[in-house]
């Protein structure tokens, strides 16, 4: 760090440019997680939806002789459901730390800023 980069704030700008290159591909890894996780969210309602007509369907018709797998698909729609759930939560979880990031690293070119 040389005196002249000091005065003119250009080994600030360095270490902004570097915090900003850093948290920015954290954010951009945190959106790709989020893209995926809504990808696999929207699959599971994809499968909620084709098993309530699954389900539908299997009421129609004898309701006797299709009890049992009236019964198999209501544990797999549970299953989904407690998967989508979670697959939800982790999004919500993801989305936060994703914006902590944000604050995090603004601050931090703030707090570099400022000690020029």
């Given amino acids: 760090m040389s ?4 005065f003119t704030g250009e080994t600030v700008q360095n270490k902004v440019n570097e915090y900003t290159e850093v948290y920015g ?3 951009l890894g945190l959106h790709r997680d989020l893209q995926r996780q809504q990808d696999v969210l929207q699959e599971h309602q994809r499968r909620l939806d084709a ?9 129609a018709t004898s309701a006797d002789a ?3 797998q ?3 698909l209501g544990k797999l729609l549970n299953q ?4 989508f759930a979670t697959q939800q ?3 919500e979880q993801l989305r936060l730390r994703c914006v902590l990031s944000y604050v995090f690293a603004v601050l931090v070119g703030v707090v570099v800023w400022l000690l020029k």
Wanted: glycine share 6%.
């Fill in 3 to 6: 005196f002249w980069g000091t």
């Fill in 25 to 27: 591909e954290v954010l």
């Fill in 51 to 59: 098993y309530n007509q699954r389900i539908q369907k299997l009421e």
């Fill in 66 to 68: 299709l009890a049992s």
């Fill in 70 to 72: 009236v019964g198999e």
């Fill in 80 to 83: 989904s459901h407690t998967q």
């Fill in 89 to 91: 939560r982790q999004i």
